[in-house]
T-cell receptor, first 114, second 113 residues
């Protein structure tokens, strides 16, 4: 089985540009999570979806960030406009069951905003 | 306010010896705990978990211990192998309708041959 797929793996952009990160969860998984990893704050949950519906977006840092899940096999995290402090590794993860402990992570997208 | 803390940013051990990674938490509502391992340029992968109704869970060379009164858990790796060198994240969550995990900042384990 393919794991969680993220694209692109690396993104370098200039301040003010729009950035779109993409995620394909594992087939059959009901939950999808977006995380951000930085040296200062570690691994932070940004938002998560259940059955394509956003459940908790309290971790989204500001209105420049938005996430969508138009169907069970695709999600996007968008930053518009991007800023240098958004530079981080962004992970997508999915899990199968309500209350299941284990989340499966994608390889991450390393974002650099110049 | 960090609810899950891994106070040792790094740990170095010799191959064959025991590695002990520690984690402390502050939120009494947490009732399950997980350890993830992360290699460079890869996403974290699940290693082992423990529910708050237990105080120990073992899987091969990996054992997690939970001390609820101290709000402390630890991961023991015996014997340590060079392939275990990675960043280890402690994570905690609470049951019910909240499926969020709160992660510590990680501990870099280096196992020397």
């Amino acid at each position: 089985d393919a794991g969680v797929i993220q694209s692109p793996r690396h993104e370098v952009t200039e301040m003010g540009q729009e950035v779109t990160l993409r995620c394909k969860p594992i087939s059959g998984h009901d939950y999808l999570f977006w995380y951000r990893q930085t040296m200062m704050r570690g691994l932070e949950l940004l938002i998560y979806f259940n059955n394509n519906v956003p459940i908790d977006d309290s971790g989204m840092p500001e209105d420049r960030f938005s996430a969508k899940m138009p169907n069970a096999s695709f999600s996007t995290l968008k930053i518009q406009p991007s800023e240098p402090r958004d530079s981080a590794v962004y992970f997508c993860a999915s899990s199968r069951l309500a209350g299941a402990n284990e989340q499966f992570f994608g390889p991450g997208t390393r974002l650099t905003v110049l | 306010d960090q609810q899950v803390k891994q106070n040792s940013p790094s740990l170095s051990v010799q191959e064959g010896r025991i590695s002990i990674l520690n984690c402390d938490y502050t939120n009494s509502m947490f009732d399950y705990f997980l350890w993830y391992k992360k290699y460079p340029a890869e996403g974290p992968t699940f290693l082992i978990s423990i529910s708050s109704i237990k105080d120990k869970n073992e899987d091969g060379r990996f054992t997690v211990f939970l001390n609820k009164s101290a709000k402390h858990l630890s991961l023991h790796i015996v014997p340590s192998q060079p392939g275990d060198s990675a960043v280890y994240f402690c994570a905690a969550g609470s049951g019910g309708s909240n499926y969020k995990l709160t992660f510590g900042k990680g501990t870099l384990l280096t196992v020397n041959p």
